[in-house]
């Protein structure tokens, strides 16, 4: 389907508009039961009258000053991990190229550490060095992988390698911090939500209203990079400069999300991949994979509020374990693809 906007024309697909909104829907839906719950449950019509400014004080406090800032930033995060993942993916061509597995989220995470337990860094210090580790991490991936260009499956392997000697970095870190930065960096090493407020969503929502601008004007160029260097090369894509500036974009997402809610595993790996088979869609689907980060990290949220009360664990935790299941799952089905 064609809309035309005077000189301005938009392709939308039916599917995938409809995937979306249900998407959206489900998110809002799912956001509103997670903030009637806590040591004072609410209603979700109390919920959505204090939204509107009808609350009174004592549920405007629980809700707007608590509650609503937790849920937009799981929606936020959610949305940018889901965007990283799927440009990764898409440049690479290999569904583990994920900022989990390529080493992104622990470099930025390695930039945060440092920030809390060697200069006791405020909220700004805390993303300044998450988004230093991970462009370090990236550059270095990518000089490490170059050889004629950037192939896929180097960088995935280079990442992968990078990944495992940041995350012992990461945990000397914390070894050797004191107990109560040690309690601290642990905690937020995991991947929480817990005691989210403006203070943090503030930021995060000013980077990714930076981001979202290039994200989309390259992204319109991952479709036809997905068809191979040479091809893209002749329909006129700048294929290097192309890349880079989407592993930019994909690494400062990843880096912008870490910040706000440490490093939250599964979400990049697995929303974009999911949303391509909601959508039966070709390319790569930002919009749909960013919708589908959200409901999955709203839905996360939710369920460890709800399981673990009243001490809800990191969201990190449960994303973590079901990312292990589905890792599991997808190399099986890898291995039979190439090997039955």
Do not use: C
């Not at 697909?13 to 959206?24: D, H």
């Not at 994909?250 to 990049?268: E, K």
């Amino acid at each position: 389907m064609l809309l035309r906007f005077r000189a301005v024309s938009v392709r939308v697909r039916p599917r995938s508009a409809s995937v979306v909104i249900t998407l959206l829907l489900l998110t809002f839906a799912l956001g509103a039961i997670s903030m009637t719950t806590g040591d004072f449950p609410l209603t979700v019509w109390e919920v959505v009258r204090t939204v509107l400014g009808f609350g009174d004080p004592s549920t405007e406090f629980i809700v707007n000053r608590l509650r609503l800032p937790r849920v937009l930033i799981a929606v936020l995060v959610g949305a940018a991990l889901a965007l990283s993942g799927a440009v990764l993916q898409s440049l690479t061509r290999n569904p583990l190229g994920s900022p989990d597995f390529i080493g992104f989220a622990n470099g930025s995470a390695t930039g945060a550490l440092i920030a809390i337990l060697v200069f006791q860094g405020s909220m700004a210090e805390i993303s300044l060095g998450a988004l230093i580790g991970g462009t370090a991490t990236a550059a270095l991936a990518y000089l490490l992988a170059f050889r004629r260009g950037v192939q896929g499956f180097r960088l995935v392997l280079v990442g992968i390698g990078l990944s495992a000697m940041l995350l012992a970095a990461n945990n000397y870190l914390v070894t050797r911090a004191s107990l109560t930065g040690a309690l601290a960096a642990q905690t937020w090493i995991t991947g929480t939500l817990n005691g989210r407020t403006w203070t943090q969503l503030v930021p995060l929502l000013i980077a990714l209203a930076l981001l979202l601008p290039p994200t989309v004007y390259f992204g319109q160029k991952l479709a036809l990079l997905e068809l191979g260097d040479d091809k893209a090369r002749a329909l006129g894509v700048p294929v290097e400069t192309t890349r880079l500036a989407l592993l930019g974009v994909s690494v400062t997402l990843a880096s912008v999300a870490t910040a706000a809610a440490g490093p939250i595993t599964f979400v990049a790996l697995a929303a974009p991949q999911l949303a391509r088979k909601l959508t039966a869609a070709p390319g790569p689907g930002l919009t749909a994979a960013a919708a589908t980060g959200s409901l999955l990290l709203v839905a996360s949220d939710l369920a460890v509020q709800r399981l673990f009360s009243p001490t809800p664990l990191p969201v990190g935790i449960l994303t973590s374990a079901i990312g292990g299941t589905y890792l599991a799952w997808l190399l099986v089905r890898e291995w039979r693809r190439n090997h039955l």
